[in-house]
Every structure is written in structure tokens, then in C-alpha cells.
């Protein structure tokens, strides 16, 4: 069964400290796709990143990077430098459509406050 | 370019009644999808629709049902809304591309069960 662990309820930090925000994954599929979402306040979810599952490759966009580590089963965000806009709760989210499965799988999101 | 626009934002209902909400999708998408998140949740998967069928099912009861229109544009219906049903409901538009897709979001309609 897939499913997706984000681990930490809740980050505070100070602004311009940098931040990662851990995501664990299960599935037996061979080929899937992975995702982060930013959802602000007003609720809806903004795309940040899709990677699949045979680009390992880390990816850096502005002050935002993804570490994609397969032997781990993480899929990590690290927002460099934060600031007070970054606050949001981050989902993870897991989709094996390749397969057939068109649904994602949602972590349960870790809340990031960042303060000034 | 629109993207994808949810209606009503907001709705107030008492149990036993039903509700429909509404989901256009972002422009050249053909598929939608429908998820329910709780309060302090992750969305969880409802149902998605492509060529005016569902395609797939979350685990969520027979209360639950959709349609598509021919120009893409979605429907959630609940009927006998229960108290557990008070959520955030979000509409996902998506086009796939050689299998691969990634879902677009909209605002949400922020449904209250009394």
C-alpha cells in the first residue's frame, strides 16, 4: 500500500534561517511520482515539484531544493533563507499513475511558521 | 489563463440535506479530480472523472457522486450530509501527457455541516 510520513507537525523558525521539511514514502511500484504543494491560508494548493522516480537528481529553484533519495525513501525540502511568505502548510504527496492509480497520496503536512 | 475555479467558496448545510459543488477546470485540462481534507489533514482522494466517467474511486460511501460535463467541468454531489462530512473540498484539474500528469488545484469550497 502506498502512503506518505511527514514526520513533523510543525516548524517554527526565524526569518532568513533555513529549513528542511522531511517526507518518507512507501510504495511497491517501480515507476511513481512525487510531489510538494504549498497551501497558505487561503486553502488552495499551490504546485511546487514533481519528480519521478528515476531522476534522483536534486533540483534547486530560487531558495527552494528537493533531495530525492530513493535508497531512504525520502523526498526532502529545504527552503534556504526564509521568510515570513513561506509560511504555509507543505504537503508531500505520492501518485503511481504510471500503474494505473490516478489518486495521490497525501502526507499530512507539516505547518511552517516563519517568523520575523 | 484561468485556472481552476471551485463554487460556492463557502456553505453552511444541516444534516440529512444534500449539497453539489462545482469545478471548472484549467484550461486544456480534461480530468478532474475531487478530495476531501479535514481540518489538519492531508486531502484525501475522492473520485476522478475523465471523458465524463469516473475513472477511479477513493474510499468515501455511495453519499458521494459526481459528473463531468462534455466541457470538462465537474460535479460533487453529498447526499445525507452527516456532521463528519464538514470539510474543505478541493477540485484537482490535470491533462495527461505521455502517462504523465501533475494535478492543479483550486481554492476550495469550505462546506460546514450543523
Known amino acids: 500500500a502506498q502512503k506518505v510520513t511527514q514526520a513533523q507537525t510543525e516548524i517554527s523558525v526565524v526569518e532568513k534561517e533555513d529549513v528542511t521539511l522531511d517526507c518518507v514514502y512507501e510504495?511497491?511500484?517501480?515507476?511513481?511520482?512525487l510531489f510538494w504543494y504549498k497551501q497558505p491560508p487561503s486553502g488552495e494548493l499551490v504546485f511546487l515539484i514533481r519528480?519521478?522516480?528515476?531522476?534522483?537528481q536534486n533540483e534547486i529553484s530560487g531558495r527552494y531544493s528537493w533531495n530525492f533519495q530513493k535508497s531512504t525513501s525520502s523526498f526532502n525540502f529545504t527552503i534556504t533563507a526564509s521568510q515570513v511568505v513561506d509560511s504555509a502548510v507543505y504537503f508531500c504527496?505520492?501518485?503511481?499513475?504510471?500503474?494505473?492509480?490516478?489518486?495521490?497520496?497525501f502526507g499530512t503536512g507539516t505547518r511552517l511558521k516563519v517568523l520575523a | 489563463d484561468a485556472g481552476v475555479t471551485q463554487s460556492p467558496t463557502h456553505l453552511i448545510k444541516t444534516r440529512g440535506q444534500q449539497v453539489t459543488l462545482r469545478c471548472s477546470p484549467k484550461?486544456?485540462?480534461?480530468?478532474v479530480s475531487w478530495y476531501q481534507q479535514a481540518l489538519g489533514q492531508g486531502p484525501q482522494f475522492i473520485f476522478q472523472?475523465?471523458?465524463?466517467?469516473?475513472?477511479q474511486r477513493g474510499n468515501f460511501p455511495d453519499r458521494f457522486s459526481g459528473h463531468q460535463f462534455p466541457n470538462y467541468s465537474s460535479e460533487l454531489n453529498v447526499n445525507a450530509l452527516l456532521l463528519g462530512d464538514s470539510a474543505l473540498y478541493l477540485c484537482?484539474?490535470?491533462?495527461?501527457?505521455?502517462?504523465?500528469?501533475?494535478?492543479?488545484f483550486g481554492p476550495g469550497t469550505r462546506l460546514l455541516v450543523l
Open positions: 484550461s486544456g485540462h480534461d480530468t
Open positions: 510504495t511497491r511500484d517501480t515507476t511513481y511520482y
Open positions: 504527496a505520492l501518485s503511481d499513475a504510471p500503474s494505473g492509480t490516478y489518486k495521490y497520496i
Open positions: 519528480r519521478n522516480s528515476f531522476d534522483e
Open positions: 472523472y475523465y471523458e465524463e466517467e469516473e475513472r
Open positions: 484537482a484539474s490535470s491533462l495527461a501527457i505521455a502517462g504523465v500528469e501533475t494535478q492543479y
